[in-house]
Structure formats: structure tokens, C-alpha cells
């Protein structure tokens, strides 16, 4: 076991000397007065360039869900419209017609056409629902 991990830290190391060997040839590929240090990655910076990409999206990922549940509180809104128990619906109102008013003659022919539309809409609820539960997994956070 021990040749094992012996083996491994030397291949390390001969590693950590293979990044040496190339910033040397880097550097000897450079141009005379370049300074090689202007070539160094500052991580800080690339860790709070990072974090305030990540705040934007954060930030723009919050107005498209907010977006997103507007568009929802439109759909609910308009599906109690529609269909719903409520008296004033138009389902409700066509069903309850007064004979010979025109909302007698519409109650053959739209009632079916209005559950179409209402179900359909409740499907794009539903499938709208899907995404706006997938917002709230981290997988999903900038998608």
C-alpha cells in the first residue's frame, strides 16, 4: 500500500515542477519589458466578479418569477371568469339561463367551448405551476 501513495506523491510533485517548468517558458515566450506578475489571475477579483454575476442573475431570475406570478394571478382570475362555482361565471350564468334570452340560445352551442378554453387554461396553469416549483430548487437558480 505504501509504494501505492509513494508513487502518488511523486507524481505530484513532479507535477507542482512541471508548473514551474511552464511559467518559465511562459515567461521566456514573453516580450521584452512584459511584466510575467501581469499574467497572475488575482482570484479576489474573480471571486467578486463572479458574486456580482451571480447577484444579476439572482436579481433578474426574482423579476422573471415575479413576472411569471403575475401571469398566473391573470390565468386564476380569468379561469373564475370562465368556469367556477361561483354565480356570475359564464359557465354558471349559461347554465342558469332564462328561457328565450340570448343567453338561453348561447348556452347549446358555447358551453362546451367554454369548458375547452377553461381546461386548457387550467392545463397552462398547471404546466406554469411546473416551472414556478422548479425556481425554488437551487439546480434551477439561474435557468
Sequence with gaps: MSNLYAKRFKMMLEADEDLSLERDAMEASLDDGTNPAEFDANIDSMKQAQSEIDDALSK????????LQGWLNEIQTFLKILNSEDSTSMQSRLANAEADTIFDKMKQSQQTKISRVASDLASLEQAFLGFMAQTKNPKYKYV
Excluded at 60 to 67: K, L, M, P, T
Design 60 to 67: 433578474r431570475n426574482q423579476e422573471i418569477v415575479n413576472e
